[in-house]
Structure formats: structure tokens, C-alpha cells
């Protein structure tokens, strides 16, 4: 194991809470409402990962090296339950939390999840609404796209990171077909979760000469294909700035063959950038996370699969929320907590990358959730 790698234990180096001055009892409501941080967001979106394992082992996230046979998962005590979750979402919807996305590791392999969906869904009211959204491999869709919808998920966004299938099969490493995949995207519209978003992470030299095939494959069939600029998650996939496709490239490449017109976000903060086909069939979206930091209109909030709160994706550390849970803070407390946290966040990780933070030591995106 290279010394650059944090072990998952290792990595859940937490802030002490009380250096804020957090109460259990709380202040009978007195922080609820939405929560601006030191540089003016607020908090809008939750990410939550239900699990930090995989049954793929995606290069650029889970490299076999690292997760190998004797990788050390976290024990199942150390996970959030579904009541555990369930609570923490109630509380952070006191101060707005519009939208929740079930993320890992893959999702899907977390056992009864249409059980959390389901009461999750029971959160949302008409004066707010809940937006329960999922990003998963596909690997496990095709069976249980049914079940997802009819539980509650509103949206769904599935990774697929080329057509190829020996590309897709090396990219993944675990020898996973592309047909499997293209299959849980055929149940999910059926399903009714149109319009699919598909993830594709392109990374230069490996499967960026299939992102013109990608947007025409998916070009008419309801599914949005989001090119992600390739980024130096975690510690382990040996990032290189020279590896990252531009997204000014990709657009530039698919517009060469099918013209694009740039359409407005739908919201303030909206990470995809968004690129209509010309002819009215759909559009595409690209993520430059590393050419066009997006940090300024950041909402987002990650809860980690054992409960720790991390306010950036490329934190180092995070704060125990699960602690709270299990001392018998009341709820009152933990938005009190919630609130103070997120009101000192001054995180613009991707705004101020170099080559030497890209080396720092971050937790790993497959227990933060992607
Ligand atoms: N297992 C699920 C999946 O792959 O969709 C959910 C978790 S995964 C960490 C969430 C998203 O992060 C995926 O779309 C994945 O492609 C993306 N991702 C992982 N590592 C990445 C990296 N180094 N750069 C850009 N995107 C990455
Ligand atoms: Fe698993 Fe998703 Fe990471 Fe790939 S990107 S290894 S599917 S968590
Ligand atoms: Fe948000 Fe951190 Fe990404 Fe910036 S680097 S957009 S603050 S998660």
C-alpha cells in the first residue's frame, strides 16, 4: 500500500464537536431555517452514502490495489441504520434540505433499500417538496428499477463509462458487461424515472475517444449523458492533471458531429452545464469539476456511510454526527449542530486545486459518496 493511501479508519478523522460549543439539549428550534456558510451558501442538498462497498472496482475510484481482498470495510455496527438516517434527514430539512441523494459504494448492494426510500418520500409535503434521487452502477437495475420507483425515488442517475464493452470492462475491472448496464437503463424508463441521467467519467487516453458514440447512443431516448472531467477524488487513483479532458474539449468534439446550443441551468448551483442538441432531440450536460470549479454556488452536505459530515468532496475530515445521534442529543441539538457546522464551512477545494493539494490526503469518494 503506497503511504499516500488513508485506510477508511484512518481517514474518519473527525473535529471534536464541542470545540463548537454544541449542547445536547439545543436551543428548542431557535437555528432551524436555511443556513448560509462563511462565503454566503446555503445549504440545499444531501448526500448521503448507504454503503462504503462495491461490486466493481471503477479505476478512478476503487483501484483493485487498494481494495483488495483485505481492504477493511466498515463493520456493519458502525453504519447509520435506516432510523439512524431517516432522523438525521428529518433534522436537516429543518433548515432545507430540498433534495437527498442515496449514493456508496453502490447503493443498490445496501439491503432493503426501498425501505429507506419509502420513508424517506414520507418526508416531503406539499410546502416541501423532497427530491430523492440515486446514482448507481446499474449493475443490480435491471431487477430492481420497479421496486425503486414504486417506493418513492423521484430521479436516478446511472454511470456508464463507454459502449465499448472491452473499454467498459477494463474500466471497471471486474469484467462487468456494458449490456447489463444498458439494460437497467431500458427498467428505469420504463419505470417511469425518465429522463435518466447516465454518468460517464472520461479520462484522457482510455475512453475519451468514445465520448461522440456516447452522446449519440444516448441522442432521442430520454437519457441525458453527463461527461464528468476525471477528478482527484480520495487519495488512491494516482490523479494527473494531464489525464482530465476539458469539457470545452468534449462539447467541441460532440458539436463537430451533432451541433449543441447552450441552454441556462435549471437552478443556482446546478452542476451540469447544459448543452441542447440542436434539432430538439435532447441534451447533454458536462461537469468541470477541475477547468471550471463550480465552488461559488456549492449547496451540497455529505453524510458518509457511518454518519460523519463532510461539507466538501475533497475534505480530509469530517464531523461525528453519529456520536450525536447515539448520546442522546435531542433533535434540537443536532440542528443546532448541523447549523453551526455549515455556518463555518469556507470549503473551495476545486477553486483553489494545485498540484501539491492534489496530493493532500482526503477521504476516499466511495465512503463520502460521489
Ligand atoms: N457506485 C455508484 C456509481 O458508480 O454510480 C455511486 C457512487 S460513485 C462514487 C458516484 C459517481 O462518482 C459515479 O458517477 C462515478 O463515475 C463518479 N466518480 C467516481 N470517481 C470519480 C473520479 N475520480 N472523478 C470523477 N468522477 C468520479
Ligand atoms: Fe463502485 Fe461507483 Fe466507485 Fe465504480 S465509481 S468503484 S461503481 S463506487
Ligand atoms: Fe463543493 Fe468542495 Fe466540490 Fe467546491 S470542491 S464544488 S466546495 S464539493
Sequence with gaps: MSERIIPITDARRIKPLPELGISKAGTSGATDGLVADT??????????????????????????????????YLARSDLLSFEEIIRLVRVFR????????????????????????????????????????????????????????????????????????????????????????LEGIDAALAAGLAPVKVNMVVKRGVNDHHVVAMAKRFKGTGCIVRFIEYMDVGASNGWRMDDVVPSAEIVRRINAEMPLEQADPHYRGEVAERWLHADGSGEIGVISSV????????????????????????????????????????????????????????????????????KARKVEMSYIGG
Design 39 to 72: 462565503l454566503g451558501r446555503k445549504l440545499r442538498d444531501l448526500r448521503i452514502s448507504v454503503t462504503d462497498r462495491c461490486n466493481f472496482r471503477c479505476v478512478y475510484c476503487m483501484p483493485k490495489e487498494i481494495f483488495g481482498p483485505d481492504y477493511k
Design 94 to 181: 429543518r433548515h432545507g434540505i430540498q433534495k437527498v441523494r442515496l449514493t456508496g459504494g453502490e447503493p443498490l448492494l445496501r439491503r432493503n433499500l426501498e425501505r429507506l426510500i419509502t420513508d424517506l418520500s414520507a418526508l416531503g409535503t406539499v410546502e416541501q417538496p423532497l427530491d430523492i434521487t440515486l446514482t448507481t452502477n446499474g449493475s443490480l437495475l435491471a431487477k430492481k428499477a420497479r421496486a425503486l420507483r414504486e417506493a418513492g425515488l423521484t430521479r436516478i442517475t446511472v454511470s456508464l463509462d463507454s459502449l465499448d464493452d472491452e473499454t467498459f470492462r477494463a474500466m471497471n475491472d471486474v469484467d462487468f458487461p456494458v449490456s447489463d448496464v
Design 291 to 358: 477547468t471550471q470549479a463550480f465552488c461559488r454556488d456549492c449547496n451540497r452536505a455529505r453524510l458518509s456511510t457511518d454518519g460523519m459530515l463532510y461539507t466538501c468532496l475533497f475534505a480530509s475530515q469530517g464531523y461525528d454526527l453519529r456520536t450525536l445521534i447515539r448520546n442522546g442529543t435531542s433533535d434540537d441539538g443536532i440542528a443546532e449542530a448541523i447549523a453551526r457546522l455549515w455556518s463555518v464551512r469556507d470549503d473551495r477545494y476545486s477553486e483553489i486545486r494545485t498540484a501539491e493539494t492534489a
